[in-house]
C-alpha cells in the first residue's frame, strides 16, 4: 500500500474520531450544565478547552467562556484547528485523497456529513445543539459502521482502526485528567461529585455500559478505573491500546516489515498495554492521577509518531558500503 | 377540457422550436427521426413532475458520490455538479461505425505524424507541413527527437471533438491528444440514466460502454516494457485539487490500479518506484494526467512540485512508458490541425473519411487577409489555449473585442487561426421546465495500444447556456448520455 495513501486513511480515521469526541463533550456539558447554578455556569465551559488541549489558542480569540463562546470555538472557529469543521474538512480531504481505497459507502457517508456542517450555523445550533450534535455523531457512527461492513478488512483498514483507537485513547485520556481533576475539588458522595462523574462518563459514552458492568456505587476511583483498564468497553484507554497493537502486528505481518521503527511502535504498545493490564488502580488515584495520565498521553503521542516514522515515510534506502565492497568480488 | 396545473404539463410541448438548425432529433417539419421515435414517444408521456422526481434523484446521487468538477477563481462552493441532462443523444449504428472508421483513421495517421516528426521528419522534408508551424509549436518536445516508444505508440488515448453542421455533417473540430478528460462523465451517465430510465434501455438495444476502463488498462499493459513480470500500472495526478481529480480516481479504481501523485514516486537508478508501506515497488507503465511541463523539474519545469525527478531519464531508458508519450501536444496545436486530412493521405494513402472544419491560418499571408477583413464572420482560436478560453466568436464580439484580437494576430500570427462560425446541431435538453433546442457536440475517446478501440458513444456536451456555442464545463456546459444503437 502507498505510504500516502496510509497515512491517509489514517488521519482520516483520527480526524473522524476527534470530531465525534468533541461533539459529544459539548452534548453532556450542555445537558450537565441545565442542573448547574447561574455563578457555576461559567466554570461548567471551561474544562471543555482543557480537554483539547487549546487553552491558549482559545484565549486570542476569547474573554469569556460560556456557551456561546466555546461551542463557537470548538465547533467553527477558523482559526482552530481542532475545530468539528475543521476536522471533518480533513477527514473528507483525506478521503478525497484516498477515494479510490475507499468503498463508495463510505465516501458517500463523509460527504453526507460534509455537507451537512456546511449547512448549519452557531445560532441554530445553539437553538437546538441537540439535534445538531446527534447528526454529527449519528454520521461518525454511520461512517464506522459502513467502513466495517464494506471496506475490505486488510492492510487499509488496519491503518484506519489505528488511527480511530488512537485517537480514543488520547480523548479518553484527556477527558479523564480534566473531569478527574475537578472532582478532587469536591467531596466524595455529594450531589455535585456525582453529576461530574456521570458527566464523565457520558463524555465517553460509558454511563450505561458502566452500570452494566458495576455493581459499586458512582465513586472516583471506580469509574477512573473503568475507562482506564476495562477490557471490554470500546472507550476504555486500555482496550483502545489492544486494538492498535493488534492493527500494527497485522499491519506488519501483511507488509512483513521488519524495520528498526516498525518493531519499535510494536514494542512501545506492548510495553503501555502490559503496564495497564497489571496497574493497580490505587496507585495512581488521587494527587497521583495527573502525572500518570500526563505520562501516558505523552507516550501514546510518541506512538503515534514512530507510526509516521515507520510507514509514511518510506525512504531509498541506498545499499551500504560494506555491501557495495563485499560486491566486487566474485 | 380541464385546465392543468403547471406540473402537469408535458414537458415537450408544441412550443418547441426547431429553428435554422439540425435538430437531433427532429425532422424540420417537427416529425421524429425514426431513430428517436421511441425516446420520443416516451417523452411525450412525461409531464413535469415525473421528469423533475427523476432529475432530483440523478442530481443528488452525483453530489453524494463526489462527481463534481472545481470552478476555479470561486471562493466558497467552488465544487459544482457537472450539469448533467436526461435526455440521451441517440446514434443510429450506420452513423456511428462511419465515425469510427473516420476516428481510427485518424488517430493512427496523427500518430505516424508524431513519430515521424520525432525521427526522420518525411513529412517536412516533403514539403507537406512547413517545418516553421511544427518546430514553432509550442507543445513541440525537442528532448523527445530520437527516442523510441514501445510500438511506436505516442497516443494511447485520444478524445476528439466532433461537431454536425446545420445540415447535418460531421465534422472534426479538434483532436485532444495531451490528457483528454470528460471519459468518468460518459460512464457515470450511463450509470444514472439506466437508475431513471430503465425501461427505455428495454425498448432500446443500446451498445455498452462499460468496459471502457478494462479496454483502457489492456492498451495501457500492451506498451509495458518487457521486464517478465506482470506490469505494474499506476495513474499520475497532479493530486486532490485538480479539476478532474474525481476522474483520475474513478479511472483508477474501475482499472484497479494505484493513483500516485508525484511524491509517491521516486526514482533510482532508472527505474521509477512507489513508495509504499512496504518499501519501494517498482511501476512500468503510467497512465500521467499531468502535463509535460510538470512531469519532471529536473527536464523541464524546474519549479514543477508535481511531478518525479528523474522519471525523463527512465522513460528515455526505456524502463517506464508514459500514456500518452511526451510530446504528443504537437499534433493537438490548432494550427498542425489543419494539415490532418494531408497526413491521412501522406501515411496511409487514403482519402480522409471525417472531414476538418475550413481554417485559415493567420501565418499564412492570404489566410491572414481574410482572417482580418472577415473578423465579424469568424471564430478566431488562439493555437494554444483549451478548454474554450482565449477565442473570439466574431459575429458575438464586440468592436473592441474584434479589434484587441486584430492587434494580436498581427503581432503573433503563429499563434492564431480561424474557422467559419458553424451553426452547431441541436438536441432536446430539459431547461426551465420544458424541452428546448440546446446546441452540442461529441467527445468520442479513442484508445491506441494493440489496437485501436473506440467503446460506442462518447461524452456529449451540451450548452446550457441560452444560445451559447460554448459546451466546455468551465463554460456552463453540461452533458447528456449518448447510446449509439445496434442496428
Known sequence: MLSRVAESLYWMSRYIERAEDITRILTVNFHALLDTRLEDLQRGWQPLIAITGDEGLFSQHYSEYNAQTVSEFLLWHPSNPNAVIACINRARENARSVREQISSEMWEHINRLYFLIRGVNTQSVLRGPHEFFSQVRDGSQAFQGVTDATMIHGEGYQFIQLGKFLERAEKTCRILDVKYGMLNAMREGTPEASLQLIAMLKSCSAFEAFRKQSAFQLHAGRVAEYLLLSREFPRAVLFCLQRCQQAVALISKGTNKQSDSASVSQRALGRLCSELEYLDIEEVLDERMHPFLTRLLRQVNLIGDEITRAYFNAQIILPSPRRQQAQQQQ | ?487
Open chain 2, 1 to 487: 377540457m380541464p385546465l392543468l396545473t403547471p406540473i402537469d404539463q408535458p414537458i415537450l410541448t408544441d412550443n418547441y422550436e426547431v429553428g435554422p438548425f439540425f435538430d437531433e432529433m427532429f425532422e424540420s417539419d417537427g416529425q421524429p427521426r425514426s431513430h428517436y421515435r421511441v425516446l420520443y414517444e416516451h417523452l411525450s408521456t412525461l409531464n413535469r413532475q415525473a421528469f423533475e422526481e427523476r432529475r432530483r434523484a440523478a442530481d443528488i446521487s452525483f453530489l453524494y458520490q463526489g462527481i463534481t468538477f472545481t470552478v476555479y477563481g470561486q471562493q466558497e462552493g467552488i465544487e459544482r455538479i457537472f450539469p448533467f441532462d436526461l435526455i440521451p443523444r441517440v446514434i443510429p449504428r450506420a452513423e456511428w461505425d462511419m465515425l469510427s472508421r473516420g476516428l481510427t483513421q485518424r488517430v493512427v495517421a496523427l500518430n505516424h505524424f508524431i513519430h515521424d516528426v520525432y525521427h526522420d521528419q518525411h513529412i517536412v522534408r516533403d514539403r507537406r507541413i512547413p517545418a516553421e508551424l511544427i518546430f514553432g509549436a509550442r507543445h513541440f518536445r525537442r528532448e523527445m527527437v530520437g527516442v523510441d516508444v514501445p510500438r511506436g505508440i505516442y497516443v494511447h488515448i485520444t478524445g476528439t471533438d466532433l461537431i454536425r453542421n446545420e445540415r447535418g455533417d460531421y465534422y472534426v473540430l479538434e483532436d485532444n491528444m495531451r490528457s483528454p478528460s470528460g471519459v468518468s462523465y460518459m460512464l457515470e451517465n450511463r450509470q444514472a440514466m439506466k437508475r431513471t430510465f430503465a425501461p427505455l434501455f428495454e425498448r432500446y438495444g443500446v451498445m455498452p460502454i462499460e468496459h471502457y476502463p478494462q479496454e483502457l488498462l489492456n492498451t495501457l499493459r500492451s506498451v509495458a516494457p518487457d521486464r517478465g513480470v506482470e506490469p505494474t500500472v499506476a495513474l499520475l495526478t497532479p493530486g486532490v485539487y485538480n479539476s478532474a481529480y474525481f476522474e483520475h480516481s474513478f479511472l483508477a479504481r474501475q482499472m484497479g490500479i494505484e493513483i500516485v501523485e508525484g511524491r509517491d514516486l521516486v526514482v533510482h537508478d532508472g527505474k521509477v518506484y512507489t513508495r509504499t508501506t512496504a518499501g519501494l515497488r517498482q511501476v512500468d507503465v503510467i497512465y500521467r494526467r499531468i502535463d509535460d511541463d510538470y512531469l519532471d523539474p529536473l527536464a523541464f519545469r524546474n519549479d514543477s512540485l508535481l511531478g518525479v525527478p528523474g522519471l525523463f531519464s527512465a522513460y528515455i531508458m526505456g524502463n517506464v512508458t508514459l500514456a500518452n508519450a511526451i510530446g504528443t501536444g504537437v499534433a493537438d496545436d490548432k494550427a498542425i490541425y489543419a494539415f490532418v486530412p494531408e497526413m491521412i493521405r501522406y501515411y496511409l494513402s487514403e482519402a480522409p473519411i471525417l472531414h476538418n472544419v475550413p481554417t485559415y491560418l493567420a501565418i499564412n499571408d492570404a489566410d491572414r487577409r481574410y482572417i482580418l477583413d472577415h473578423l465579424h464572420q469568424l471564430v478566431v482560436k488562439s493555437v494554444n489555449e483549451s478548454g474554450g478560453y482565449g477565442m473570439l466568436v466574431g459575429p458575438h464580439a464586440t468592436r473592441e473585442e474584434r479589434e484587441m484580437f486584430r492587434q494580436r494576430i498581427l503581432q503573433a500570427p503563429r499563434n492564431f487561426i480561424a474557422q467559419p462560425t458553424v451553426s452547431l446541431s441541436r438536441h432536446p435538453t430539459y431547461i426551465d421546465n420544458e424541452l428546448r433546442g440546446c446546441h452540442i457536440d461529441l467527445r468520442p475517446y479513442i484508445l491506441y495500444g494493440e489496437q485501436v478501440t473506440i467503446v460506442p458513444g462518447g461524452l456529449t456536451r451540451v450548452a446550457l447556456r441560452r444560445g451559447s456555442l460554448v459546451v466546455n464545463s468551465s463554460q456552463g456546459g453540461g452533458s447528456k448520455d449518448t447510446w449509439v444503437l445496434y442496428d
